[in-house]
């Protein structure tokens, strides 16, 4: 079942902060972040997994709220490499396969 | 380093016409390996992964079809296309499964005319 992602678009000055959400009906493993600029292919950003254990970038935050089967992405002092489409991607088992489901994206855009 | 490679990188074709999309990784062993689809402004679907040569495991019902022919090798194919075929393919890997990123190659984008 595909996770849901919220906001669908966010638009931003640089240095603001934002925060995308992920969420799911079923008990996750884990979720995955990554971003995509235009045209490119998904770059990863953060693995957070049930339990509590995370990695990623030193340079992005995210946290995993296991009860309500929620992440949520943390881009704070955002620069305008920062734009692109932020997708989360969830496993629900735990089996080792890495089936990911992703979320349908969302949108963001940093102006100077 | 690892690194993956995908061909073509892009490629319009007939409907009806056969496909074989391929992807390459290398500096690393047995990785899992991932066949996604992205039709325009959407996200990723997976179709196919595999933990091993000749296991393939396929996601969504389809006339798309997948290989594992060696080790770092997977291949997508088709007999006929459909023009819902079209999209952006991407190939991925990871040294696991989810405890463990999925790197992406640079994506093969299909258009089915």
């Known amino acids: 079942q595909q996770p849901v992602q919220s906001p669908q678009a966010v638009i931003l000055r640089e240095g603001e902060d934002a925060v995308i959400n992920c969420s799911s009906s079923?008990?996750?493993?884990?979720v995955h972040w990554y971003r995509q600029k235009h045209g490119e292919a998904p770059v990863f950003l953060m693995i957070?997994?049930?339990?509590?254990e995370q990695k990623g970038h030193d340079k992005i935050s995210a946290s995993f709220n296991e009860k309500k089967q929620q992440s949520s992405l943390y881009l704070t002092a955002s620069q305008l490499s920062y734009s692109g489409t932020y997708f989360c991607?969830?496993?629900?088992?735990?089996?080792?396969?890495?089936?990911?489901?992703f979320g349908q994206g969302t949108i963001l855009t940093v102006h100077p | 380093s690892q690194t993956i490679h995908q061909w073509p990188a892009t490629l319009v074709q007939p409907v009806g016409s056969p496909l074989s999309l391929e992807c390459t990784v290398e500096g690393t062993s047995n990785p899992n390996l991932y066949w996604y689809r992205q039709a325009a402004g959407r996200g990723l679907q997976l179709l196919f992964y595999s933990v091993g040569i000749g296991q393939i495991s396929s996601e969504v019902p389809q006339n798309l079809s997948a290989s594992r022919p060696q080790d770092r090798q997977f291949i997508l194919s088709s007999k006929k296309l459909l023009l819902s075929d079209s999209g952006f393919y991407l190939c991925a890997w990871s040294l696991t499964g989810g405890r463990d990123e999925q790197f992406f190659g640079p994506g093969t984008r299909l258009t089915v005319l």
């Open positions: 957070l997994l049930k339990g509590g």
């Open positions: 991607g969830t496993e629900r088992d735990g089996t080792s396969y890495g089936k990911l489901t």
């Open positions: 079923k008990a996750l493993y884990s």
